[in-house]
């Protein structure tokens, strides 16, 4: 089978995780050839089988870049929070127009397209969460694809992941932790190491978001403050919700 990494307007922290799989790469390379991948490669081709896809369209081009690459591959997998969310780069979508002007003269050149998540322009067959992707999920999602079985997203909170590892609540010592809505997966990387979830996966899909910003509020965070919380990872997708908080 032949794979290809792809990079849309991003860090290209995900490409390097790519890298970063250092040995395992060459159990991946027994069942797939890596065909197409800037970072490493000379020569790049096209078709693939899988086309791994970080980053989000932030330009024509990479919107018809994009759309090519659906059409050239059997499967395609959106790459990291960029590509699942729309991430970071969707944050100049919380922007007004006016406020855009005031501080670019005009949304910004090189951004002329609001950043939306792949699925806004394409099919997207698989979500690898985070920022970056975890390596691991990556590895299950191959060896879900080589044995023919299914592969499952995580529907539960960080908060579980975070209370099976025994860690002390940070929410319950007055920090703004993301972790009741946000997809596990991660293994509560963050809570594990002392520090408040940001959200990096995202929201899964029967997180009570109201709920969670009902709690934040009463432990004493102001709206502006979770409105820049939910914003960061997040904000096309949990728009409206920002939306209803800002009018409350
Ligand atoms: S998800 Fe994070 S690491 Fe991956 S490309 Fe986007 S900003 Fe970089
Ligand atoms: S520290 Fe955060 S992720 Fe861990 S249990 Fe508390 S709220 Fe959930
Ligand atoms: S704990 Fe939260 S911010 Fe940290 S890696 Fe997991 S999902 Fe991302």
């Known amino acids: ?18 890298l970063n799989l250092e040995e395992k790469i060459l159990d991946l390379l027994k069942h797939f050839g ?6 490493a490669k000379e020569y790049n081709e096209m078709p693939v089988d899988i086309a791994f896809v970080e980053g989000t369209p932030t330009n024509r081009e990479e919107i018809l870049k994009l759309l090519k690459i659906r059409k050239d591959c059997n499967v395609l997998v959106a790459l990291g929070t960029c590509a699942v969310t729309g991430g970071v780069s969707a944050m100049v979508n919380t922007m007004s127009k006016k406020e855009a ?3 670019y003269g005009g949304f910004p050149p090189e951004m002329p397209v609001d950043p939306k998540p792949l699925d806004y322009y394409v099919d997207v067959d698989y979500h690898l969460y985070g920022c970056p992707f975890s390596k691991e999920e990556l590895m299950e999602l191959i060896t879900s694809i080589i044995l023919g079985k299914k592969y499952k997203d995580k529907e539960y ?4 992941e975070c209370s099976l590892r025994e860690n002390n609540c940070l929410l319950d010592q007055g920090y703004l932790c993301l972790g ?4 596990g997966g991660c293994k509560a ?3 594990s190491n002392g520090k408040p979830c940001l959200g ?7 997180a009570n978001i109201k709920g969670h910003i009902k709690v934040l509020q009463d432990i004493g965070f102001s709206k502006e403050e979770i409105i820049e919380a939910l914003s960061l990872f997040s904000y096309e997708k949990l728009k409206e919700v920002i939306g209803w908080l800002k009018e409350e």
């Open 200 to 206: 990096c996966r995202g929201p899964y899909e029967d």
């Open 189 to 191: 990387l963050c809570p």
């Open 157 to 160: 909170s960080v908060c579980v």
């Open 34 to 39: 890596i065909e197409n991948f800037r970072l």
């Open 101 to 103: 002007m005031e501080v």
């Open 1 to 18: 089978m032949k794979i290809g990494i792809f990079s849309l307007s991003c860090c290209e922290g995900c490409s390097v995780q790519f």
């Open 180 to 183: 009741p809505i946000t997809r």
